[in-house]
């Protein structure tokens, strides 16, 4: 089993549309989880931490499942400047530096 | 000026070659990683070094070979690859609060050098 495994999709969405990935993960001592972003052709940049009561940022709900060790991100009305790849991410430790995991990431494409 | 930068963004070599990508953090980090990125794969953690002493190794090739020799600037040094090593490679920076403070997650990433081994 992958340690992070993600859906690669495409996922193909029309403006407005709401949009769930799922992503999980093997080690179940894993401490903290992220979602990041990807452009095409661009670096990786953290889009929001997963906190374990869930938590919103604007149009972006992430989820914490331990018991059945699967994070998720909602996208509400989804906009063309969300197309990007979104890599889940999981840290097995606390502190140091920072000795992440990441999924192969799922692709969005949001449609006009 | 972002905060990661990396030279040489495109970078064609063959395989006999010696070159080196170079990557600069003004984050004020300790930390600094390079990373692996090929299609269709997870990003592979190639190397950390952390107060500029590596502490991570994920069994690399010993072609390549990383140098760290201040907590700014850190090198790949390459030589005598093979056309599978044609990737993205990514150098990345964070905080490391030697495990008494926050866990963040947050890796702030160099655009990137794209590598081609003819």
């Known amino acids: 089993r992958k340690e992070v495994e993600q859906d690669p999709g495409p996922f193909n969405v029309p403006e407005g549309a709401t949009v769930a990935f799922n992503c999980t993960y093997s080690?179940?001592?894993?401490?903290?989880f992220f979602w990041y972003r990807q452009d095409c052709r661009k670096e990786p940049k953290l889009l929001m931490s997963?906190?374990?009561s869930g938590n919103e940022d604007g149009r972006f709900t992430a989820q914490l499942n331990r018991a059945s060790q699967y994070i998720s991100l909602l996208i509400r009305d989804s906009k063309l400047s969300d197309s990007a790849t979104y890599l889940c991410v999981v840290n097995p430790g606390s502190g140091g530096y920072q000795k992440v995991t990441f999924g192969t990431g799922t692709k969005l494409q949001v449609i006009p | 000026e972002t905060g990661v930068t990396q030279t040489p963004r495109h970078l064609v070599m063959g395989m006999t070659n010696k070159k080196s990508l170079k990557c600069e953090q003004h984050l004020g980090h300790n930390a600094m990683y390079w990373y692996k990125q090929s299609a269709k794969k997870p990003l592979e953690l190639m190397f950390v070094y952390s107060l500029e002493e590596r502490v991570e190794n994920n069994s690399v090739p010993s072609r390549f070979s990383p140098e760290c020799p201040n907590s700014s600037h850190l090198f790949l040094h390459l030589h005598t690859l093979q056309p599978e090593d044609s990737a993205l490679y990514l150098c990345?920076?964070?905080?490391?609060?030697?495990?008494?403070?926050?866990?963040?997650?947050?890796?702030?990433f160099g655009e990137g050098s794209r590598l081609t081994v003819l």
């Open positions: 990345a920076s964070s905080q490391d609060f030697g495990g008494q403070g926050p866990n963040t997650g947050e890796l702030f």
């Open positions: 997963v906190y374990s």
């Open positions: 080690n179940s001592a894993s401490q903290s």
